[in-house]
């Protein structure tokens, strides 16, 4: 049986996590190169890419919480494309953010080997087996951390705001468009990146409290914190130094410090800076750990991956795998390039995460129930694509050809280890087969129960006596247009043969129930019950009716819940009663019921359904 992850991140914990990963070598590197290429408009540089990732925000924000699993954006691309590209897709962002946690590690051995003089990639490496550790304890003591370092690390930035507003010289911003619109634009492209960490909350989503909240609000805020920080930060910055000095400097932040405060200013912004780089580093390995115990439990990678340690609750040979390999980057390997790699990489999975988004709604698939909605569906999406690819082109033919070749080394593994493993529908193939495939079945309920078990496991769902009863209840799709005598007579049948009574007894009693009271208690939804002799005797018949069943008074009926039971299991009828009447409330039920396709998508309308539960 598959072991679940602790749910122990809250919302602060993942407004941490992701603004960790954000602030690090785009705030306290990139400005000062950035500010070469734009000029004073880095400003809205920083701005613009921050609007850029605001559709693959809110298209993964709406995909956890409908399926929050570990392996974030993996997971839900394997369920929208498949295992083939889901293999792609989970060493793909298992390979960035394991490159940008060594980046980070390089960047506090950089720091440290100031202090130490002890070589800048031995540092690296400690500091890599101290997060290893870190992350091996628990994920709860790793986002505590996370909260503590990013807390600590704003507050700095903020005393840099507000000590150097006043020193800035406004001279330093004109003329504002140095270099014009398109150098601006251009330099977004070129900063996208500061705003990558964002989404690696996705791959914790699985350890998250109240997800359907915590995930999209912490994003969300992180966001916005995170833009405003970059505005004002670099505003700061391009106002307290000589625009030649910024042009040529790798610490921009830094050097404003010390124009602003001198020595001691720096010191302290320094400090923010290492505690920046920590706080990616440990979110990297936090996140990028997740990847292999998602593929291994998908069968893409071998199943010695799912091992959770029985203490600590935590995935620990994925950490192990993870952290090792960080080392070997440090130690090794150049990361210039391969940094350059993952970044086309990860734009490459934000176009992914906005076509799987737009995939799982062509696909209406009943159990696909994510708690929050991306707006201005499917517009936002198609900018996120767009301004995906034309990010992608920016980057060059020759990091777009390296980036095909990682691609294609994912397809080949696929191919040698994962293809005669993998199992799994997709929701490709779901909505493939409401466009072409009207009169046969292309695929089977596995997609449709994963996610229904994800939903019922997401909202601790209680499995009470009525959702037992619709998990084992006989579900009918009727097709043609039928009187309600014949309807009943075709139900007295069915259930006449599973409870061992006479079909005849039961047709005349749904006659006589009828003619004392009409069961039809609103428009197009009807409640046939009736009390049989014995013992011990329940049972519910789910039907769908597209064309209807025609009651008495020409009432048209396309939703019918068939009761039948003895007399001592009167409490539970009343209870049953109860609880459709609650979930014909709804008033999305009309529409799921009419709109799904297939048995097990009806019998997923009623079982997940909002109601009071027993």
Known sequence: MEKSLKKELNLLDIFCVATGAMISSGLFILPGIAFAKAGPAVILSYSIAGLFCLPTLFSMAELTTAMPKAGGDYFYIMRGFGPLLGTV??????????????????????????????????????????FIFLNLVG?????????????????????????????????????????????????ASFVFISYGGLTKVAALAEEVKNPGRNLPLGMILSLAVTSCLYAVVIYVTVGVLNPESLKGTLIPISDGAGAIGGDILRIIISIGAFLAFISTANAGIMTAARYPLGMSRDKLLPAAFQRISSKFKTPYLSILFTGLFMVAVIMFLQLDLLVKVASSILILLYIFANFTLILFRASRISSYRPKFYAPFYPYLQTIGILGGTFLLIEMGTFIVFLTVIFILAGFAWYKLYAQKRAVGDSALIYALERLVAKDK?????????????????????????????????????????????????????????????????????????????????????AIPHIVVEGENIFEILLLRAKKG???????????????????????????????????????????????????????????LAERRRE
């Open 549 to 607: 069943i025609i009651f008495p008074d020409d009432n048209i009926v396309h939703t019918i819940f068939v009761l039948v039971g003895s007399i001592d299991q009167r409490q539970l009828h009343l209870k049953v009663l109860a609880a459709i009447a609650q979930i014909a409330q709804n008033p999305e039920f009309e529409r799921d019921w009419l709109g799904v396709k297939g048995e097990e998508e009806l019998r997923n309308v009623v079982l």
């Open 441 to 525: 079945e292309l695929i089977s309920d596995n997609l449709l129960t994963e996610l229904k078990d994800i939903v019922i496991q997401r909202d601790e769902i209680i499995e009470d006596k009525f959702h037992k009863l619709i998990e084992q209840s006989d579900i009918l799709d009727i097709e043609e247009i039928l009187e309600m005598e014949d309807f009943f007579r075709r139900i007295s049948d069915k259930l006449g043969k599973k409870l061992n009574l006479a079909p005849e007894n039961l047709f005349r009693k749904f006659i006589e129930r009828e003619k004392e009271a009409n069961t039809v208690i609103k428009k197009g939804l």
């Open 139 to 187: 994920v709860k003591e790793a986002g505590r951390f996370q909260v503590i370092l990013v807390l600590g690390l704003i507050a700095v930035l903020l005393g840099y705001v507000i000590l150097g507003v006043k020193a800035a010289k406004p001279i330093n911003f004109s003329p504002f468009f140095s270099n014009g619109l398109g150098a601006m634009f251009a330099t």
């Open 89 to 130: 897709a989970g060493f793909s962002t298992w390979f960035s953010l394991s490159l940008k946690g060594a980046f980070a590690l390089i960047g506090m051995g950089a720091y440290l080997s100031i202090i130490t003089h002890l070589p800048l990639n031995i540092i690296a490496v400690i500091c890599c087996l101290f």
